[in-house]
């Protein structure tokens, strides 16, 4: 049971972090920051995740008009 859980909190980071690294490529941020933080979200996920979602370049879908 404990296997499939942590499986389930695997699969849960690795959404999260697919979201993040798509929100940090649609962001307003320059080329070497986005690469930069695609690096840290890819190589740790879960510390990128916590730190981008701090203080990360976030997409800005609303602002866009």
Known sequence: MSNM????????????DIWAIASIINSDA???????????VAVLPVLGLILWW????????GRRM
């Open 5 to 16: 859980f942590n499986g389930l909190i695997g699969l849960v980071i690795f959404a999260l």
């Open 30 to 40: 320059t080329g070497g920051k986005k690469i930069l933080w695609v690096i840290l």
């Open 54 to 61: 701090l203080m990360g370049p976030k997409a800005g879908y």
